[in-house]
């Protein structure tokens, strides 16, 4: 049963927040970011207000526990969730990276895609773990968070919340038209008819005993199902989160400006028959495999320690921006990545030449070692078909960075760090120290070029890493100075016995250690390429490359700082990643085919003119892509212009559906 309280129908109260309004830790700047998130105390009573650019703003009995106020988040933050206790909490940033503060563990981050937009953070009953939503309707589980099939969405319809049920074994998923999806036990009760919202459904809240739930849409209506029934309507604009308090029998709103309303219910109150405990343990999903046996194939790779520090050349520590390649376009080809959500010929309007697709190994191979899951393969072969029949040149992520799960059962499949911290899985497979797991990736190339060998696409992109970069793991917790060599295989040939990063220094472990660290990194780069050539793939193979990194001439202060994190380039963390593009890229092996740089950050000035150095230097084209944050029009009117300033061959924006204008002809 679904109702809509009106004015008359009950008493409701819109109480101030004066006494919450008061804020601990970060303020929002002058120009203020907009609020994003919303997440209560345990007592109801204080709140943490999450602002777009980092900032955590705590209000009443909620305390500060740090925020990105003084580091660079990536990409804007969307979210914020508490942890059970109110003694930390999570910040989801929109590319899915979570950051955890006071007693928040730091369990993993979401989706590498590139395509990819989170929308919501929601902690497990137990506490012990977190569900990431996409706003595609993808669902990633962390800790003890069980997961469920993806939703199927309309063409402009967007997820916007996931709630479990107060037992753990399911969830809704709530849509930006008010649609309802189950996962696991859960019931539907009920969700927005058609033409009855007119604004965006924002959160869906579930009584304590699981038989109802409220829908809250952005112009601050609620509506009950089921058991729940909703409090009197109230009409309001620039509503960004809406979270009721069970405690104190309440919804809170959160507007754009960062201000808090209250909506008390003095009707409409949560029925609880009967309390329902809460599981302290969810049920998860059955435990990967772990008998897998290992492919019959043998790795053609060297040792990660075979690019001893003479073998790693040292550029020059000053880069300068120099001509581009003769053969290099004078206009770019324009590139788009999903959701592609127009005709092909609509595209082509808008003077875009190429499309990124993106697959994943996880998908592909799913549950068993060569237990192939043909539909995907054959879904893309179809859809590169019908890009390449609209006129469309196609680029591949076929998604080595995101591997199945019954790999991470075998030994030494995460990366581990110096203080025997093990990076999460979202941080991708530890390809880099691991010859065994190459092997398995060996296969999944094999594989994914074999389907497609009859119309191949035009460019594959490779990396590896987390967000399908050339990289390391991020840093395993806020202030954690990780460098990931420290697993058994990494082990077995580690430079310089009985020292670690942070150590007092007594010869040259410093640049031993280093070398060996970012030589292990090149060697990964380098298979990768020999995995795609070995297929018979012979067209065009681009390399990504993030940020700006850092080079050699911040020696010196690694040097000094022992590499205990202390220098610049270690508090802003290239140097743990192993992003030194200068040596990454003098060392690529273009005998092996044609070759591209790629870079993630095009947008970036300094990004931009190191890449382009180094490619040209190498004689390599240049491609690269939108941060896929700068949306507004005078955004993609700059990247248009770089691109064509440095002559990049391809120039990708990257989320298609925020695309402000057309590209120029040419």
């Known amino acids: 049963m679904r109702t809509k309280a009106t004015l008359a129908g009950f008493l409701a109260v819109i109480v101030s927040l004066a006494a919450i309004v008061a804020t601990v830790g970060s303020a929002p700047a002058a120009s203020t970011p907009t609020a994003v998130g919303l997440a209560l105390t345990p007592s109801g009573s204080g709140s943490w207000v999450a602002f777009s650019n980092g900032v955590v703003s705590a209000r009443n009995d909620g305390v500060f526990h740090g925020d990105l106020s003084t580091r660079r988040s990536r990409t804007p933050i969307v979210g914020i969730e508490s942890t059970a206790t109110g003694s930390g909490y999570w910040l989801l940033a929109r590319d899915g990276t979570v950051s955890a503060f006071g007693d928040a563990p730091g369990l993993g981050s979401g989706a590498r895609r590139r395509s990819f937009v989170a929308a919501a953070i929601t902690r497990t009953p137990s506490g012990g773990g977190y569900w990431i939503l996409g706003r595609d309707g993808s669902v990633q589980g962390f800790g003890d968070a069980r997961t469920y099939a993806p939703v199927a969405l309309q063409y402009g319809e967007e997820a916007t919340d996931l709630t479990p049920s107060p037992d753990g074994n399911g969830y809704w998923i709530l849509t930006s038209i008010g649609g309802v999806h189950t996962r696991g036990t859960v019931a539907f009760y009920g969700a927005l008819g058609q033409g009855q919202n007119t604004s965006r459904a924002l959160s869906l809240s579930v009584t304590t005993t699981g038989e109802g739930y409220w829908i809250a849409t952005a112009g601050a209506s609620i509506y009950g199902f089921g058991a729940a029934v909703a409090p009197s309507g109230v009409t309001s604009s620039s509503v960004v989160s809406v979270v009721r308090s069970s405690a104190a029998n309440q919804f809170v709103l959160l507007r754009q400006d960062g201000s808090l309303s209250v909506l008390s219910q003095s009707a409409g109150t949560d029925p609880t028959p009967a309390a329902v405990t809460p599981t302290t343990a969810p049920p998860t999903t059955a435990a990967p495999p772990t008998t897998a046996a290992p492919p019959t194939t043998t790795s053609s790779a060297a040792t990660p320690n075979s690019i001893p520090a003479g073998a790693v050349p040292a550029p020059s520590t000053t880069v300068a921006a120099g001509p581009a ?161 420290f697993d058994a295989n990494a082990m077995a040939t580690y430079p310089v016995a009985g020292w670690r990063p942070g150590d007092a220094v007594t010869a040259n472990e410093v640049d031993r250690f280093l070398n060996w660290y970012l030589g292990a990194l090149i060697n990964y780069q380098n298979w990768q390429v020999g995995a795609v050539r070995k297929t018979g793939y012979s067209g065009v193979i681009a390399i990504l490359y993030p940020d700006t990194g850092f080079s050699d001439a911040d020696l010196p202060a690694l040097r000094a700082s022992r590499l205990s994190g202390a220098s610049s380039a270690e508090i802003n963390y290239e140097v743990q990643r192993g992003i030194h593009h200068s040596r990454q890229i003098a060392n690529l092996p273009t005998t092996q085919g044609r070759l591209a740089v790629w870079g993630t950050w095009a947008t970036n000035q300094s990004t931009i003119v190191e890449l382009s150095a180094l490619a040209n230097a190498k004689g390599l084209p240049l491609m690269g892509e939108n941060s896929g944050d700068d949306i507004s029009l005078s955004d993609f009117q700059a990247f248009v212009q770089r691109a064509k300033d440095y002559r990049m061959q391809v120039a990708l924006w990257v989320r298609y559906p925020n695309l402000p204008g057309s590209f120029p002809a040419g």
Request: aromatic share 12%; net charge negative; no cysteine.
């Open 325 to 485: 390649p003769a053969s290099a376009p004078t206009s770019p080809m324009w590139s788009v990545v999903g959701p592609l959500s127009d005709s092909y010929a609509t595209m082509k309007a808008k003077g875009i030449k190429s499309v990124l697709l993106e697959m994943a190994w996880r998908d592909a191979e799913p549950t068993t070692h060569l237990g192939w899951n043909q539909p995907i393969f054959d879904s893309m072969r179809s859809r590169i078909a019908e890009a390449k029949a609209a006129g469309m040149q196609v680029i591949l992520n076929f998604g080595m960075q995101e591997p199945p799960d019954w790999l991470w059962a075998q030994p030494n499949s995460r990366f581990v760090d110096q203080f025997g911290n093990v990076a999460s899985t979202s941080q991708g497979p530890n390809l880099v120290w691991n010859m065994a797991l190459r092997d398995y990736a060996q296969e999944y190339t094999d594989k994914v070029f074999s389907e497609f060998a009859a119309s191949p696409p035009d460019i594959v992109r490779i990396g590896g890493g987390h967000w399908g970069e050339v990289t390391y793991p991020a840093r395993f917790a806020p202030g954690v100075n990780s460098y990931w060599a």
